[in-house]
């Protein structure tokens, strides 16, 4: 079945404490990104991968960090998560990232106390 | 940034409407327009990407066009039925810019 599977898909955890959210995908999608949803504020996209070894920042990539070292991974990093980051988060992919249609993870709750 | 907005921000139709809801996007630099619905405790479902100026779509019930020049696009959903409940994004991708999705607009569709 083809699918973008997110792990943790909740955490609770605490302030300063490293952590990473997993994203993989089975569809050989070229193009991988990452959001994150607030109540009262649409997708942001924090960073994206247009391929291995190419990543980008999205609009709100501060205190974040990924990885694209595999055409299926594409994990997100808090170094030093912080409350504020606390949010929903889903991975994507598509197989070129403009004109192709984004497939979604389920979603990773993450709360920072 | 860009500022993709989507009206109305909420709305409840009976079952059996037609309804319809807005994304104004910016035309300049324009690249493509993405539709998705996302359901309660899901992820969002992509509907449509449209590219070109006049572009018109369909899935079934539902249906949406472009106006690359003005920068909007409407969703129609003809008929409306209960599981059409969900919010409707769109986001817009413009050239030299990062993908932006709108706030979104809630579709409750009673019985």
Redesign the interface.
């Known amino acids: 079945e083809a699918q973008v599977t997110q792990n943790p898909r909740y955490l609770i955890t605490v302030t300063g404490k490293k952590l990473t959210v997993t994203c993989s995908q089975n569809m050989n999608h070229e193009y991988m ?1 990452w ?1 994150r949803q607030d109540p ?6 924090i960073y ?1 991968s247009m391929n291995v070894e190419v990543t980008d ?3 709100v990539p501060e205190g974040y960090k990924v990885s694209r070292k595999e055409k299926r991974n594409f994990p997100l990093i808090l170094e030093s998560p912080s409350p504020n980051q606390t949010s929903l988060y ?1 991975c ?1 992919s598509s197989m070129s990232g ?10 990773t709750r993450l709360s920072i106390l | 940034i860009l500022n993709v907005e989507q009206s109305p921000q909420s709305l409840h139709v009976q079952e059996g409407d037609s309804t319809n809801f807005t994304c104004s996007f910016p035309s300049s630099n324009f690249y493509a327009l993405h539709w998705y619905r996302w359901e309660t405790a899901k992820s969002p479902e992509a509907l449509f990407v449209m590219t070109l100026n006049g572009d018109e779509k369909k899935k079934g019930r539902i249906s949406a066009t472009l106006n690359t020049k003005e920068g909007y696009s409407y969703l129609y959903i003809k008929g409306s039925q209960p599981e059409d409940s969900a919010t409707y994004l769109c986001a817009s991708d413009n050239y030299g810019q990062n993908f932006v999705f709108g706030p979104g607009t809630r579709l409750s569709v009673l019985p």
């Open positions: 990104s959001y009262g504020l649409g997708l942001r996209q994206y920042k999205g609009d889903f994507a403009r004109e192709q249609p984004q497939h979604f993870g389920d979603g």
